[in-house]
Each structure stands twice: as C-alpha cells, then as structure tokens.
C-alpha cells in the first residue's frame, strides 16, 4: 500500500505557495452556518466553555474577522468539512449566527486531516495529552518519523518523542495533567514506574499535596526498595485471574510471593466502573 504523503492542498493551506492575503480575501464566503460540520481529526477534546463564551460575545459585537477554511464533503451536496476553525464555529453557534464567512479549499480527505491536526497542534491551548494524542495521530497517519513530524509543526525531534511518552502513563494520570491537578515535572517522574503503580502514586501525590522533589524521592526509593520474591505464575492462578476477571469484566492481576502469601489487584478506571465492581460483588455502597 502506498504511503500518505502531506500533498499539494498542504502546502497552499501552509502558506508555501504564492497565496497573496488578497486573493484570500477575494475568495471569501458567507455560508449557513447548518452546512457546516466539525473535523473528525480535530485533536481537541476540551472547549473552554467561559472562553467559548467569551469569544461567542466578542462574536455578537465584531462578527468574525477571521474566516474559516473548509472544503466540500465528497459526495454530499452542500456539507462542508471544517479544517480549520472550529473554536470559531463553536462560539458562532453560541451568538445565533445564521451564516459564517468562509475559503472554500480543494484538499483531498488526507491534506484536510493534517491540516486540522497542524492547524490545532499549532495552539497554545491544547492540553499537552491532546497535543500528544493529535501527534502521535498526525504520525499514523501520515507515516512520519519524529523528525519528520517536528519539522511540521516547528519542533525538535526530541520535544515530539517526549510528548508522546506521556501517553504511556495510565488514562487517570494523563487525566489529571490535562485537569492541571498534577504538573510535567510529576508526570516525568511518574513515568519511571509501571501504569499498574501509577495510580496508587497519583492518589498519594494528590492527597498528600507532594512536590515534583518529594515525587522524585518517593519513587525513587520506591524503585530501589528491595523486591519480595514472587513465584510464577502456576495454572490455578492463572485460571483464577480469567475467571475473576471475565466475572467482574475488569482486569484481574494475582501476584504470589514466598511463604504462600500475596495479592489480588482489580482495576478500575473511575468512579462508576467502582461501583460497577462493588454491585458485581454483592455489596452496596450508599456513599455518592
């Protein structure tokens, strides 16, 4: 299969071809703003809902200065794709606007995919975790190197292979860096341990209010901690682990040590998958 390349439309859109601002002007637009649809390849999960706001009444009292770039969706008469404006979009919606200026662009789906993907990634308000989740998107799908990938977007190979490794830590933990609940120097440090410890150190950071320092320290010496022993795995535990697990639908991990002890770790990613777990159970848990 041939590989996706960053095509032609790219570069126009980029600003590498010789595209003066009043040819843009002159190709300007109004469309109903109901022909209009979001870009599945946007990266940002998260609106501001108080800035939307903000801009929805800066909308009311300006209008919209800057116009959107879309283009026709293949196949369906009068539906357009936004590839590049969709915060925009979001707060025209807020101020009932009926219609939005517009360039109309001729890309194909792969150009309108890594332009969104640029256009966002480009933002100084994307969350690191969406930064990371659209480069390593805009990777797979395009087939970059790193290298590749930071030359697009105007950054060292080194900075791009360091924001994808943020999503090796555990979904709770990137959660609470895009919450601002835990900060890059804790997130580095959580990296160094397995995603199953991840969280029990997240809880014990976020309770106990600790500093990137006493985050280093503790898993430092958490990591140079003298290890139980454990045994392997026998066919019984192992036989245990799936049944527990296919019971309570979550994974199950057993963990043996010399002497006949040790533990069983059941996983859960929130609240509700929680509960969940203690209804599978047989108990009842009254507390919100």
Excluded: W
Excluded at 28 to 41: E, G, S, T, V
Excluded at 159 to 187: C, F, Y
Aim: aromatic letters at 2%.
């Amino acid at each position: 299969m041939k590989k996706r390349g960053l095509g032609k439309g790219l570069e126009v859109l980029l600003g590498d071809s010789a595209v003066t601002e009043s040819e843009v002007h002159a190709n300007i637009q109004m469309l109903a703003i109901d022909k209009l649809r979001p870009n599945p390849y946007q990266p940002r999960t998260v609106f501001d809902e108080v800035t939307l706001a903000e801009l929805a009444d800066s909308i009311r009292q300006h209008g919209i200065i800057q116009p959107l770039a879309v283009r026709l969706v293949s196949g369906q008469k009068d539906q357009y794709e936004i590839i590049a404006g969709e915060r925009r979009f979001r707060a025209a919606q807020l101020a009932k606007l009926s219609e939005l200026p517009v360039v109309v662009h001729d890309v194909s789906n792969a150009d309108s995919a890594a332009l969104a993907l640029i256009e966002n990634l480009q933002r100084e308000d994307l969350t690191v975790i969406e930064k990371a989740r659209g480069i390593k998107q805009l990777i797979n799908n395009f087939k970059l190197t790193h290298e590749a990938c930071g030359k697009v977007l105007g950054q060292s190979r080194s900075a791009i292979s360091n924001t994808l490794r943020l999503l090796d830590l555990s979904e709770p933990v990137q959660q609470a860096i895009s919450e601002k609940k835990i900060d890059m120097g804790h997130a580095r440090a959580l990296l160094s341990v397995e995603q199953a410890e991840q969280q029990a150190l997240l809880q014990k950071i976020l309770l106990s209010g600790l500093s990137v320092r006493e985050t280093e320290a503790l898993i430092r010496d958490r990591i140079n901690a003298p290890r139980t022993p454990r045994l392997k795995k026998n066919c019984f535990v192992k036989q245990t682990e799936i049944k527990l697990s296919e019971h309570l639908k979550t994974k199950v991990n057993i963990s043996q040590q010399v002497g006949g002890g040790g533990k069983i770790t059941v996983a859960f990613s929130d609240q509700k998958t929680l509960k969940q777990l203690v209804a599978r159970l047989g108990l009842n848990s009254n507390s919100e």
